[in-house]
Nanobody, 123 residues
Framework: QVQLAESGGGLVQAGGSLRLSCAAS????????MGWFRQAPGKEREFVAA????????YFADSVKGRFTISSDNAKNTVYLQMSSLKPDDTAVYYC????????????????WGQGTQVTVSS
């Protein structure tokens, strides 16, 4: 198993930036495909971004393309979500997730989840 812990959330003004981190422990980090999801109040959890274990392939939801990037540091067993040009609609709890089967954009495709970190974007 792998354990995931997100950090880096907070309150930011619209147009600002935040970088979320997801630290992994328990198994070899480089064996896992990583994803980010978010859940806004009253809404279902939705896909935000994902990267393959090789780092070659990355995927983004249309709503964040061009504003968010996903990267990782295998030496630190950490995946990052760099968020720029933030909008109030980006307000949500952000979750990282992992699987060892393949890059996915659905919740069902991931086996391991962090506890989430709150991001609030004020207008």
């Amino acid at each position: 198993q792998v354990q995931l812990a997100e950090s880096g959330g907070g309150l930011v003004q619209a147009g600002g930036s935040l970088r979320l981190s997801c630290a992994a422990s328990g198994r070899t980090f480089s064996n896992y495909n990583m994803g980010w999801f978010r859940q806004a109040p009253g809404k279902e959890r939705e896909f935000v971004a994902a990267k393959s274990r090789s780092g070659i392939r990355t995927y983004f939801a249309d709503s964040v393309k061009g504003r968010f990037t996903i990267s990782s540091d295998n030496a630190k067993n950490t995946v990052y979500l760099q968020m720029s040009s933030l909008k109030p609609d980006d307000t949500a709890v952000y979750y990282c997730a992992a699987n060892d089967r393949g890059v996915r954009s659905t919740e069902e495709g991931y086996d391991y989840w962090g506890q989430g970190t709150q991001v609030t974007v004020s207008s």
